[in-house]
């Protein structure tokens, strides 16, 4: 069972998000729309660089495809060395080559922490061999540019 605390500090989340307090109502909202905007920015960033990204828009769980599972410790520790921790999954929590590093995106990050992060991961891609896909400079607002793939 959750302790009192814990169930006292989920009401008042699900109340500040859902916008039924009146001390809170558009706070909720704002939070919202701003992770929205972050996890697409971030999403469309990892995009035009030549990641393949997986899930989608608007979702601030933003995972990126690594494939060979050589690849999971190499992309970690090179985003490690420059500043970043990454969620990475591979077998058995996905088929053998299909292993993936997660981010998570929150509406509290700016969007100079995204671009800096953004740049970090390049590099860090582009040292392990990780950008499958060619740069995409023009991706707009396109739903069709988020891919999946399983």
Do not use: W
Not at 54 to 71: A, N, R, T, W, Y
Not at 81 to 94: E, F, N, Q, S, W
């Amino acid at each position: 069972a959750m302790s009192v605390p814990a169930v006292q500090q989920a009401l008042s989340a699900l109340r500040v998000i859902m916008g039924t307090d009146p001390a809170t109502a558009e706070l909720g909202a704002r939070k919202i729309k701003q992770l929205r905007e972050n996890s697409n920015y971030f999403r469309k960033g990892l995009l035009q660089m030549g990641c393949r990204v997986l899930g989608d828009l608007d979702s601030p769980v933003i995972p990126i495809m690594l494939f060979h599972p050589e690849k999971i410790s190499g992309f970690s520790r090179a985003c490690l060395k420059r500043g970043l921790a990454v969620v990475v999954v591979g077998y058995p929590a996905t088929s053998l080559i299909n292993s993936r590093a997660r981010f998570c995106v929150s509406a509290s990050h700016t969007i100079e922490e995204l671009e800096r992060a953004l740049i970090h991961i390049k590099a860090a891609a582009q040292e392990v061999g990780v950008l499958y896909d060619r740069y995409r400079p023009n991706l707009g607002d396109d739903v069709a540019a988020t891919r999946r793939y399983a």
